[in-house]
């Protein structure tokens, strides 16, 4: 199992730099950021953009993989997605996991000036975003012309550092966005049972957690892929534990495991933010990223 971060654009780079630096020192995987323009509790606060923040992390980190947790639809076209994660892949030294999933109403929704889409909509426009970002990635030339989005000779030369294209990592948890993950992705994303945040138990949500896996693996049998390839990828926070799981190592140990056992194999966790969600001791989360997969054996 591998322990990654979340480490959300909050921060000016002066102070933002240390953060990035310090995560590669204490050993994670991963170092992610949420790509919004603006999020939730946060949308009055300061709040910076995805790529270029993972951009700087790049040139202060060595060995460190960056991502997105996650990039949507909402505000972005896959024509010139594509050629800042080309960028971001180039300067990265080829250490960028794009993950990526269909988004959801709010802020980044309206703030282009749209009407939000329908669930239906969201879905069909998801499945032509990553159809269409697979090929801007994966080809020098690309000509499509699609319902949503279209592309005119995009030229993308040289590609991607990784070979054949930089990492998917797809957020899903219904059935189209599971085939999604089945055929295009390296990785699958979830954040468990939305329904039970507020007033589930762990045990609901472990058991929830056991079905999406499930639902998983007959999506990549019914398109002829062994799910054993795909990393799963548990971004906590979001689950009836919220960040208490941050609360003591036995406690993150205790909570791992159990998802290891469903067959996650990357945990991911934020960075702390004092006077919001994320609020945990510094003190204990380093001790975790340092510790806790020792624990588990």
């Not at 102070?15 to 170092?31: M, S, T, V, Y």
């Not at 319902?147 to 990592?169: H, K, M, W």
């Not at 019914?222 to 979001?238: H, I, N, P, Q, S």
């Not at 933010?273 to 990223?289: G, W």
């Amino acid at each position: 199992m591998r322990l990654s971060t979340v480490i959300l654009p909050v921060h000016r780079w002066s102070e933002g730099r240390h953060i990035w630096r310090r995560a590669e020192d204490l050993g994670f995987h991963a170092a992610y950021t949420y790509d919004h323009l603006s999020w939730r509790s946060f949308r009055d606060r300061p709040w910076f953009g995805a790529l270029p923040t993972l951009t700087a992390a790049a040139s202060v980190t060595d060995r460190l993989r960056l991502g997105t947790l996650v990039t949507s639809p909402n505000f972005r076209h896959p024509v010139t997605l594509a050629k800042e994660l080309i960028s971001l892949d180039d300067v990265s030294g080829g250490r960028v996991t794009l993950g990526i999933g269909a988004g959801g109403n709010g802020f980044d929704a309206t703030v282009l000036g749209q009407e939000p889409w329908t669930p239906k909509e969201r879905a069909d426009r998801f499945a032509e975003f990553v159809r269409l970002l697979d090929r801007l990635l994966t080809e020098d030339a690309v000509t499509e012309s699609g319902t949503f989005y279209s592309a005119d000779e995009a030229r993308n030369i040289p590609g991607c550092v990784q070979r054949p294209r930089l990492s998917f990592a797809v957020a899903a948890t219904g059935p189209r966005g599971m085939r999604l993950a089945a055929r295009y992705g390296q990785a699958w994303v979830t954040t468990g049972d939305p329904k039970l945040y507020e007033t589930g138990t762990a045990v609901q949500s472990v058991e929830a957690l056991r079905g999406q896996v499930e639902r998983l693996g007959k999506a990549c049998a019914e398109g002829g892929r062994d799910v054993a390839e795909l990393d799963k990828v548990l971004l906590t926070g979001f689950t009836p534990e919220k960040n208490t799981v941050l609360d003591s190592l036995e406690r993150f140990v205790d909570f791992a495991g159990t998802h290891r056992e469903l067959g996650f194999t990357e945990i991911v966790v934020h960075w702390p933010i004092q006077d919001s969600d994320f609020a945990a001791d510094q003190a204990v989360f380093e001790t975790i990223a340092t510790e806790a997969l020792g624990r588990l054996g």
